[in-house]
């Protein structure tokens, strides 16, 4: 099957620096990506729309000058958040929808445990 | 907002069939439902989707009613390792445009 990968699989930060996660389709290209977040005994909410080569397009209430998301090839997308805060800390999952296949089903990365000190 | 509607919670024997409610009584006529589940700490897991009909696959069935309000996961053969957290989901196949809205899911405890 599809395989997403996402690194790292956890991180630990202080607060005020930015961290990378980097989502990588292994199986196919994708020219969209999509990048969740979820709170601990939450469900997971939409962040943004990851489209390569163009920007992204967020969710209402998401920052986008505070997660920044770079979509520079076809089996790539980054999330970085900056400046991190203590509230910034969850689990962060990207899913990739497979380019031609009319987005029949999505596939998930392992996801990021983000946390921060 | 999420657009279904599922039980919070669910218990199963192992060896049984476990058959998850989903309401969606305002789905439009063009999307589709999906079933995704999530084991702790993982990312979710794609189950099956479909539009009318009902559709198989060796994870499990998808039943849609004719009015297409609402729909049944049936895992067939429940065991230990479904347990998990299923969602269900309302959402256009497009890959542009084809964002999933996260409810609240069903917590399915399977037990021996």
């Known amino acids: 099957g599809a395989v997403v990968s996402q690194h790292p699989s956890w991180v630990i930060c202080k607060s005020g620096t930015s961290v990378k996660i980097e989502c990588r389709s292994l199986?196919?290209?994708?020219?969209?990506m999509f990048w969740y977040r979820q709170f601990p005994k939450q469900s997971l909410m939409l962040m943004a729309t990851?489209?390569?080569?163009?920007?992204?397009?967020?969710e209402q209430g998401v920052e986008k000058d505070k997660f920044l998301i770079n979509h520079a090839s076809l089996t790539l997308s980054t999330l970085t958040v900056t400046s991190a805060h203590p509230e910034d800390s969850s689990f962060y999952i990207c899913?990739?929808?497979?380019?031609?296949?009319?987005?029949?089903?999505?596939?998930f990365g392992p996801g990021t445990r983000l946390t921060v000190t | 907002d999420a657009k279904t509607t599922q039980p919070p919670s669910m218990d199963c024997a192992e060896g049984r069939a476990a058959n998850l409610p989903c309401n969606h009584s305002?789905?439009?006529?063009?999307?589709?439902v999906y079933w995704y589940r999530q084991i702790h700490s993982q990312g979710p897991q794609y189950i099956i989707h479909?539009?009318?009909n009902n559709e198989t696959n060796e994870m499990a069935s998808l039943i849609i009613t004719e009015d297409r309000k609402s729909s049944t996961l049936i895992l067939p053969h429940a065991t230990l390792r479904d347990t998990a957290v299923y969602y269900c989901?309302?959402?256009?196949?497009?890959?542009?445009?084809?964002?999933?809205?996260f409810g609240q899911g069903t917590t399915l405890q399977v037990k021996p």
């Open positions: 899913s990739v929808t497979p380019s031609g296949t009319g987005g029949a089903g999505q596939y």
């Open positions: 199986d196919f290209q994708a020219t969209t």
């Open positions: 990851s489209n390569e080569g163009s920007k992204a397009t967020y």
């Open positions: 305002t789905i439009s006529g063009n999307e589709y």
């Open positions: 479909g539009l009318k």
């Open positions: 989901i309302v959402g256009y196949r497009s890959s542009n445009t084809g964002k999933l809205i």
